[in-house]
């Protein structure tokens, strides 16, 4: 699945129209057997420049509920989206870049928090993936500051995976869900599943309970007697 914001003439802020459709999307997404992953991004040139002040003071709320802020960042999909970013992904739309599970940014893309300039707060999970993305104290500067952070930075610390021209984005990040959907679907959605942050003493018991299910199934045979025949896998989702 592709998914686009599509409002280039306020640089794709979040309304409340915006998250709901973004939303609709995910909804979509997780229980379709034909799709395994997602890539999200912004017509225009630019990924999202977070939220729409105006439909803000107009009253709107551009969150869903459940989902939170643009429909995404409080309950991304189940299974793995790819952000896509050209121009930039800055104050909420930073924060759904970070709610994706990899990130492809164009070379002129540029992210930031800069809510603290503004005498707010990044709480749209902003604060909380930072941290986890990238060194303690870098995530504690760029929030700290509000600065800007340059495409070609961001790849050097590991907050991008693909570093690629201004216009192809997409298209790399195509690549990649394609090669995410070329593996076994339940072992890709078990696998997003158990790369999250748990307590130390749980982590083995609750991967098992995820995982156990996966090497029972159909796909799992199909991928070892694959192997064996030397022959691409013929997934069935089960």
Not at 89 to 115: M, S, T, W, Y
Request: charged letters at 25%.
């Amino acid at each position: 699945m592709t998914i686009t914001i599509n409002r280039p003439e306020v640089r794709n802020a979040i309304d409340e129209q915006t998250a709901q459709g973004l939303a609709a999307a995910l909804e979509e997404l997780d229980p379709d057997p034909a799709l395994v992953a997602a890539v999200l991004t912004g017509a225009g040139g630019t990924f999202c420049s977070g939220m729409d002040l105006r439909a803000f003071l107009a009253g709107e709320r551009p969150s869903t509920e459940g989902r939170g802020f643009a429909g995404i960042v409080e309950q991304p999909p189940a299974k793995p989206i790819i952000a896509a970013v050209e121009g930039a992904a800055v104050a909420g739309g930073f924060e759904v870049a970070l709610a994706c599970d990899l990130v492809v940014a164009a070379e002129n893309a540029r992210f930031g928090l800069p809510e603290v300039k503004r005498g707010l707060v990044a709480a749209g999970g902003g604060l909380l993936r930072l941290p986890r993305r990238v060194p303690y104290h870098l995530a504690m500067e760029w929030a700290l500051t509000g600065e800007y952070i340059s495409a070609e930075r961001a790849a050097q610390v590991g907050l991008v995976n693909r570093l690629v021209a201004p216009g192809t984005a997409a298209a790399e990040a195509t690549g990649l869900a394609r090669a995410i959907a070329a593996n076994g679907p339940l072992a890709v959605a078990a696998t997003k599943r158990i790369i999250v942050e748990w307590p130390r003493e749980e982590q083995f018991a609750r991967q098992r309970a995820i995982s156990e299910p996966v090497r029972a199934s159909a796909d799992a045979r199909e991928g070892a007697l694959a192997f064996r025949e030397k022959r691409a896998p013929r997934w069935q989702g089960r």
